[in-house]
């Protein structure tokens, strides 16, 4: 099994950043692909960004210039720096980790991002 954990959400005035952080603990997977989905109310789950083991990365356009997904492997961690903040961004944010050529995909609880002055 695999648990995901995400944490750094909070309230930002429009504008700002901030980082948020996904750790992933227990089995590990050579070819995986880590990604960043957000669920605004009233409103479906959205992908955001993601990143694959082989080092590449995919940005939806709502948010591509804004944010970049970026890893620490040592530390089984994958960050999602979120720069000119709009309150549009406001969402909960899911971290998912999923293993390629399997069904093996996880969820972490979210993190709440609130951007509102």
């Known amino acids: 099994q695999v648990q995901v954990v995400e944490s750094g959400g909070g309230l930002v005035q429009p504008g700002g950043s901030l980082r948020l952080s996904c750790t992933a603990s227990?089995?590990?997977?050579?070819?995986?692909?880590m990604g960043w989905y957000r669920q605004a109310p009233g409103k479906q789950r959205e992908w955001a960004t993601s990143?694959?083991?082989?080092?590449?990365?995919n940005t939806a356009d709502s948010v591509k210039g804004r944010f970049t997904i970026s890893r620490d492997n040592a530390k089984n961690t994958v960050y999602l720096q979120m720069n000119s903040l709009k309150p549009e961004d406001t969402a909960v944010y899911y971290c998912?980790?999923?293993?390629?050529?399997?069904?093996?995909?996880?969820w972490g609880q979210g993190t709440q991002v609130t951007v509102s002055s």
């Open positions: 998912n980790v999923r293993q390629l050529g399997t069904s093996n995909n996880y």
């Open positions: 990143l694959t083991s082989f080092g590449n990365t």
């Open positions: 227990g089995r590990t997977f050579s070819s995986y692909v």
